[in-house]
C-alpha cells in the first residue's frame, strides 16, 4: 500500500534544530507531498508550510523566519527545516500529499516534535 512516511521527529530544547523528511513508500511517485500540518491535543490540524511544485513556499505566521520547506522533485521528497524552536512548537507534525490520478489526499502517520528543556 502506498502512504508517505514521515522521519526525524524527536526531543528537542528551546531554540534547537531538527528536520524532517516526508517521502512516499515504495518510491512509486504516485503521490505528490504539498506540505506540512501539526496538531496538539484539542485542537484542529492547522498548516505549517506549503510549497508548489516550483518551491513556491507558504507559511503559517506562527513559523515565518524560523522554520524552511523544501522539495527534492526528482526524489519525490519534502522537508521541514525547524529552527530556534519553541515550546509552543511541540506537536505531531504530518505530511500532507495528493495523488492527482485518484483525486484522493494522503496523510502520514505523524512524527512527534517535543520541544522542552
Known amino acids: 500500500q502506498v502512504q508517505l512516511v514521515e522521519s526525524g521527529g524527536g526531543l528537542v530544547q528551546p531554540g534547537g534544530s531538527v528536520r524532517l523528511s516526508c517521502a512516499e513508500s515504495?518510491?512509486?511517485?504516485?503521490?505528490?507531498?504539498t506540505g506540512w500540518y501539526r496538531q496538539t491535543p484539542g485542537k484542529q490540524r492547522e498548516l505549517v508550510a506549503d510549497?508548489?511544485?516550483?518551491?513556491?513556499?507558504n507559511y503559517a505566521d506562527s513559523v515565518k523566519g524560523r522554520f524552511i520547506i523544501s522539495r527534492d522533485n526528482a526524489a519525490n521528497t519534502l522537508s521541514l527545516q525547524m529552527n530556534s524552536l519553541k515550546s509552543e512548537d511541540t506537536a505531531v507534525y504530518y505530511c500532507?500529499?495528493?495523488?492527482?490520478?485518484?483525486?484522493?489526499?494522503?496523510w502520514g502517520k505523524g512524527t512527534l516534535v517535543a520541544v522542552a528543556s
Open positions: 510549497i508548489t511544485s516550483g518551491s513556491r513556499a
Open positions: 500532507h500529499g495528493w495523488n492527482a490520478a485518484v483525486n484522493m489526499d494522503y
Open positions: 515504495g518510491s512509486l511517485f504516485s503521490i505528490y507531498p
